[in-house]
């Protein structure tokens, strides 16, 4: 029976020595959809996760670029390189293990509607408790724990989003559900050229309600010749986001 058993045991052993051990059930992998979006785009993993990104044959030319944050564009936390095409992406994919808890950005700085999120720890439940002391007439104490409950309703564009005309800046009229933060990006693509480049970037403060909007010069340039793509995206205070908007227009 003993010599039954050991043999049993050697041969689980060296089972398991051929299949190897399975890679973590929390790292992710990303992968480009045409020109069109990342699948997932959404991503929540725990510190000291991975996340590889892939561009298949029919993915185009692509990169990418990761922001800390909510702020697109920055590249602070990792970046692919140039522009590259699937032949040109490395056989196992552009990989970047994520340390450090809390929230990113990730896109294609060629493509303004391939962007995602990825959330790094849970950063804890969704309500909290505070406690308040409350003193009677007679100096009784009495103790109370109020329930507040975390905000996660994102914020959202009301109305018809438009541009008033003006050669010198961009000029918005828009609405928000919520005081937020705007996150606006422009991109221009010059007479000629087949592709958009990012000309700036601002993220103003608005309120609740309809808002006109003018953005800074930084971010809109001297408004030249081409055509121009706005993205814009609504944060809140909670770091809930809206859906994304565009405003498209051409400068003669």
Not at 154 to 172: C, D, E, H, W
Not at 174 to 180: H, I, M, V
Request: net charge positive.
């Amino acid at each position: 029976m003993r010599l039954w058993l050991s043999a049993l045991v050697a041969g689980v052993a060296a089972a398991m020595l051929v299949a190897g051990f399975p890679a973590s059930a929390s790292d992710q992998t990303v992968t480009a959809e045409g020109s069109t979006d990342w699948n997932p785009n959404s991503l929540s993993i725990n510190p000291g996760d991975t996340v590889t990104w892939m561009n298949p044959i029919s993915g185009g030319e692509h990169n990418v670029c990761v922001s800390k944050g909510t702020t697109q564009g920055v590249c602070d936390e990792y970046k692919s390189g140039d522009p590259q095409l699937p032949a040109q992406w490395p056989a196992g994919g552009y990989s970047h293990k994520f340390d450090t808890a809390g929230t990113y950005v990730f896109e294609c700085t060629l493509h303004t509607n391939m962007t995602g999120t990825i959330t790094v720890g849970g950063g804890g439940g969704t309500t909290t408790s505070s406690t308040s002391t409350t003193t009677t007439t007679q100096t009784q104490t009495q103790t109370q724990t109020t329930q507040t409950t975390a905000d996660t309703t994102p914020p959202s564009f009301t109305g018809k989003l438009r541009r008033r005309a003006n050669r010198r800046s961009i000029v918005i009229d828009l609405g928000s559900s919520e005081d937020a933060t705007l996150k606006a990006t422009v991109f221009r693509r010059a007479p000629g050229a087949h592709s958009f480049t990012r000309v700036g970037q601002t993220s103003p403060a608005v309120h609740a309600g309809r808002h006109v909007v003018t953005l800074p010069r930084r971010a809109g340039g001297r408004l030249r010749s081409g055509a121009y793509r706005v993205r814009l995206v609504l944060v809140d205070a909670a770091g809930n986001r809206s859906g994304t908007r565009f405003l498209i227009f051409k400068v003669a």
